[in-house]
Nanobody, 114 residues
Framework: QVQLVESGGGVVQAGGSLRLTCATSSNIFNTYTMGWYRQAPGKARELVATINSGGYTNYPDSVKGRFAISRDNAKNTVYLQMNSLKPEDTAVYYC????????WGQGTQVTVSS
């Protein structure tokens, strides 16, 4: 069982920045594709960013150029740097680890005020 613990959420004004952290319990972290997803009230969960074991990253157009995902395999941790935040980025942000199985964190709230 892989445990994921997110942190770094909070309230920020539009245009501001936040850095989310997802710490994992797995010692085979470097084999997982890691991702960040978000879910706003009344909306489906959506992809924010992924990074595979080789460091290849993927973003939807809605966050491309503003968000950056990175990983530190030595610390079993993945990060999401969020810049130029907009009110529509407000959501609960979830960390996901996928390999043979899929694991989710409990989520962290990000609120962007206008």
């Amino acid at each position: 069982q892989v445990q994921l613990v997110e942190s770094g959420g909070g309230v920020v004004q539009a245009g501001g920045s936040l850095r989310l952290t997802c710490a994992t319990s797995s010692n085979i972290f470097n084999t997982y594709t890691m991702g960040w997803y978000r879910q706003a009230p009344g909306k489906a969960r959506e992809l924010v960013a992924t990074i595979n074991s080789g460091g290849y990253t993927n973003y939807p157009d809605s966050v491309k150029g503003r968000f950056a995902i990175s990983r530190d395999n030595a610390k079993n941790t993945v990060y999401l740097q969020m810049n130029s935040l907009k009110p529509e980025d407000t959501a609960v942000y979830y960390c996901r680890a996928s390999s043979r199985y899929i694991y989710w964190g409990q989520g962290t709230q990000v609120t962007v005020s206008s």
